[in-house]
């Protein structure tokens, strides 16, 4: 699962992306996918989010997690089993995307009104740690 792609954005640029969004005549009704320029492989997003936990001042494992691809294909049929009784599991169901690529291309918020993310993976991921701490949530 090293190759799948997702598209990722700080809260500070999806932010200004909306605000630049609403000022732009251009942007009215449009949908448009906010993202950083580039998709990140989830390994990488998962070796940066362990570099942000240690650069925050938590202890993390040596070891990167590894998922057998059986598992996200069990995921999803039991997620679909589960959506045909009416039932969500957001746990099942992200579990069986983990290796899909989730990702799309920002150019055209880029194009329409000038979004260009304001950080980076290891920024973004920082900050919404330590706001995490302050808040008291449980990492």
Known sequence: MESNLRSMVSVESLAAG??????????????????????????????????????EGLTTS????????????????????MQRRGQYSQSIHVLGELDMNIACSPREAEIDFGFVPS?????????????????????
């Open 62 to 81: 040596a070891r990167i997690p590894r998922v057998p691809h059986v598992v996200p294909a069990t995921a999803r049929l039991l997620d679909k089993a």
């Open 119 to 139: 950080t980076d993976l290891l920024y973004g991921l920082r900050r919404s740690i330590a706001w995490a701490l302050a808040s008291g949530a449980a990492i």
């Open 18 to 55: 909306i605000r630049q969004a609403q000022l732009s005549e251009k942007a009215a009704g449009r949908c448009y996918w906010l993202a950083d320029a580039e998709p990140y492989t989830f390994l990488h997003v998962v070796e940066t989010l362990k570099q942000a936990l240690e650069m």
